[in-house]
């Protein structure tokens, strides 16, 4: 792994020179709030170590895409659209970095989906450090540092930035756009430095070992802590929006008013929304909403990671910020994990 | 012994060479040649799953009030090439799309069956189209039923209302060799007389070897036959459990109370396989509509042994 200085004011020519060659989305503010936007020019920065309240997945998995176009009448005719450019995710938090690894994964198994597949190959990601807040918990589930997945990552050392190269094309960008000077032992140290301090930072923390957590999990399907949330949430699947790792989606048709021509597209659905496991014939496999946070828990920490090894919860917090009377899914799963404490005693 | 291997082996390459290296569908000819050539590091020209084959329908039959019987024809004149318990996603643009179960046992040639309840947007839109009308349609996808492990054995088919309409396919093709199988039986339940499926065909099923025997669920003026739910129908039925295997589609409901019956007849988990209908939006196991704990109907099933899916809460 190689480490490079770059100064802080070296941010504002990298960005000017990703600009030439990608379509930018960063940090920006907007109303007050750190939020990932469209970049075009490096002033548009806000760089803060505060989470974003929507994750990045949203410029690798639209809320909105199209995935064909229609014509019908006499000469019916179908096209895929897949629609990808260049682009480059500036100051993404590790969190995300492990949430886009776990996308990648989704995406390429089975069939794969090649309208991410293509957008994320055509995306260069570049991370930063970052501080928790009091909703963070990335340091309870291993996701608190990221060692692949970026192409560059950025480590706030005082004055300077300590560069990590993570790939190839990072490296060169990075020597295209600006001149760099190669980190000294003793920078680097501080990289170290800041994750120790970090991990004492959290306020929000899990009881147990993340690997343990899908095992965990697996015992809380009778758990009276569904009932008990359920009797509170409002099913309005704000925390299937917000979270990084969520990806099920729903396939629509839309006509063009001269009801010849259209497109198929998806758009982001929700497993806590009612109608998401109900059927045509009218018949709903998951009915009640107990059923459905069950549903959304057990896929972050259980059903996922029995399917693709990794825990579908990368500790950002964000659903717990979002969520509108509070349901907390550290405290949730803090009460799971309590429950088989007793359990085994 | 090893020029056969060798003669595998060109011939897999040969496969790989040509799936990759042609467009999967005639309207994609424009999409490869737009990509840019820089930036993808990938070998393989990978296209869109949702492209569809255009298909026509040959010939529409009125079944029931609610069900239509579809005969469609696939334009570009290549089989669809299904197994018995697969389902396409069939679409009429700018009505959607949805999963359809092929009701037809497979065919060399580019025509299969499906039978439709209007239900949905879909559906009704599928049922105001007449022959000759377009559609599109991809697939086919999931896990068929094993034939293979049903030869030799006793099968007993249990459904109930439109879950003959999957079966249909295994049944025929099942019947298609009738003698490579021993006792065959279909237990079939619906709620009324007028809901009865392939009415005609159960005849022509009854003489090529099948016991059949139909309920209803309530008394009707004009039947005849036996009341009750399908299970009422398992009791006095003769069944040798070391060869009998069992086949169930159905609604939600029937499969857990089915189960609880073949157990009373030592029917158990291993011999008897099912069809789970899910909500599925993109039937490649991404959109998580068909999702139950870690399983994606789609791609793990819609037909499972239950031996699989037995402690997977949700499942039935």
Known sequence: ?345 | MKSLKKQIKTEVKKMRRNSTSQPLNLLTSEVPASQPRNLSTSVFDISSPYISRLAKIERVARLTEKERLYKIAIDDRKTLGHSPGQFIMLSIPGYGEAPISVSSPPDKRNTFEICVRAVGNLTNALHNLTKGDKLWIRGPYGKSFDVEELKGKDLLFIAGGIGLVPMRSLIKTVLSERPFYGKIHLLYGVKSPEEILFKDELTEWGHHGMGIQITIDKPHPEWKGHTGVVTTLLPPLKIDETKTVAIVVGPPVMYKYVIMSLGDKRIGGHDIFLSLERRMKCGLGKCGHCQINSIYVCQEGPVFRLSEIRYLREAI
């Open chain 1, 1 to 345: 792994m190689e480490y490079r200085f770059l100064p802080k004011k070296g941010i504002a020519p990298f960005v000017t020179g990703l600009l030439k060659d990608f379509k930018v989305y960063g940090p920006v503010e907007k109303d007050g709030f750190p939020m990932y936007g469209e970049i075009t020019s490096p002033k548009d920065i806000h760089l803060s170590h505060a989470p974003t309240h929507l994750s990045p997945k949203q410029f690798l998995f639209p809320p909105k895409e199209t995935i064909l176009r229609f014509k019908n009448g006499a000469k019916p005719a179908l096209e895929p659209v897949i629609e990808a450019h260049n682009q480059a995710l500036f100051g993404i938090h590790s969190c995300d970095i492990h949430a886009i690894k776990l996308l990648d994964r989704v995406f390429s198994y089975g069939p794969p989906d090649v309208n991410y597949l293509k957008k994320r190959k055509k995306t260069v990601i570049i991370g930063i450090d970052c501080v928790p807040d009091k909703h963070c918990f990335c340091n309870s589930v291993n996701t608190m540092t990221v060692d692949s997945g970026f192409d560059l990552f950025l480590h706030d050392v005082g004055k300077d930035f300590i560069v990590e190269i993570g790939t190839k094309k990072g490296e060169e960008l990075l020597r295209k756009y600006v001149k760099t000077k190669k980190a000294t032992v003793s920078a680097i140290k501080k990289i170290t430095e800041f994750k120790n301090k970090k991990a004492e930072m959290f306020v929000t923390k899990l009881n147990a070992e993340a690997s343990a957590l899908p095992l965990i999990y697996s015992g809380s399907y009778n758990s009276p802590v569904w009932e008990k949330i359920s009797k509170i949430c409002y099913g309005c699947g704000s925390c299937n929006l917000v979270c990084p790792t969520c990806y099920c989606f729903d396939v629509r048709d839309e006509v063009k008013p001269n009801l010849n021509e259209g497109e198929r597209y998806r758009v982001w659905d929700g497993c806590m929304l009612e109608d998401f496991a109900k059927v045509a014939g009218g018949h709903n496999f998951r009915k009640t909403r107990a059923e459905r946070l069950r549903h959304r828990f057990n896929r972050k920490f259980q059903y996922q990671a029995d399917k693709f090894g990794g825990l579908f919860c990368v500790g950002c917090g964000r659903c717990i910020r979002t969520c509108l009377v509070n349901i907390n899914i550290a405290e949730v799963t803090n009460e799971i994990i309590e429950e088989a404490n007793k359990d085994r005693s």
